[in-house]
């Protein structure tokens, strides 16, 4: 992946990151929190074309299974290149999806060097065992996708059922609006054994909502679906905290990976849901 497909693929398996019965999403309970974690270059591969890189994403979630999940995404990324050039990524995101996974509402945003690269808008909705989109950016185009296809917080949740079940392996595809509101990627997620020892861990893990939570090891795999290529479009690395909280990001770009240190976290207002 070169420096044109970062840019396009910047940050947005974080909308990170399949139909399930309601017993086993009522296990589930997702946490209203805000984290922000700190970028840098990951000196663990040898990277092309860039130097050096530095950033910061801010990740919100509030809601509730009753009330569906609102997520808030901002990610800024410089990466120094090769001849001493930069390039500047400033990825916005806001999604709405209810707690059925029957309702998607994207609003995403990607500008490079202040330049607008790609702006999708629109709204999934299941009816009749398909997930039927509507987008109104970067075109008004209307297409459906199949009912193996799971949105976002979706996914989550399924990793997680999956994890507290000891299942490593999850392959589903995912639609999250981005980046030009149609693509479908086909992921593969390996899950690790659970986790609760506190060594090394950054301080903010170590917060109230956080400290002794299990977490897993998780590698999510995304390739764009439609292509014949053997090697996913990008691969993100993180734990997976049994509330949906993650930290120790690792986002390969196949030319370069980006590393994430969890460096605030605040857990935010519970709202009452009987789900």
Not at 10 to 18: K, M
Not at 40 to 58: F, H, M, P, R
Request: hydrophobic letters at 40%; a negative charge.
């Amino acid at each position: 992946m070169g420096l044109d497909d970062f840019a396009r693929a910047c940050g947005l398996g974080l909308l990170c990151l399949v139909p399930v019965g309601s017993a086993s999403a009522a296990a589930i309970q997702l946490a209203p929190h805000r984290a922000i974690y700190a970028l840098s270059l990951d000196g663990s591969k040898a990277a092309k074309n860039v130097e050096a890189a530095q950033g910061e994403i801010v990740y919100e979630m509030r809601g509730n299974a009753c009330n569906g999940y609102t997520v808030k995404l901002v990610q800024r990324t410089d990466l120094d290149t090769d001849g001493g050039g930069r390039m500047t990524s400033a990825l916005s995101t806001t999604t709405w999806e209810d707690g059925e996974a029957n309702t998607y509402r994207f609003k995403i945003q990607n500008k490079i060097n202040a330049e607008v690269r790609d702006d999708a808008d629109g709204v999934a909705e299941r009816r009749d065992g398909k997930l039927f989109v509507n987008a109104t950016k970067p075109a008004k185009e209307s297409f459906s996708l199949g009912p193996d296809v799971v949105l976002p917080t979706q996914h989550v949740i399924k990793v997680l059922t999956q994890a507290e079940a000891g299942d490593p392996v999850l392959e589903v595809p995912v639609y999250d609006g981005s980046s030009d509101g149609k693509k479908v990627y086909d992921t593969l997620a390996i899950i690790g054994k659970a986790k609760t020892a506190t060594d090394g861990l950054e301080d903010a893990a170590k917060a109230t909502g956080l400290a002794g939570r299990t977490r897993f090891p998780v590698t999510i795999s995304y390739f764009e679906r439609g292509t014949s290529a053997t090697t996913p479009d990008y691969v993100i690395s993180f734990d997976l905290y049994d509330n949906g909280v993650s930290r120790a990001l690792k986002l390969d770009y196949g030319d370069f990976v980006l590393r994430g240190q969890l460096t605030a976290f605040e857990a935010l207002p519970e709202e009452p849901c009987a789900k």
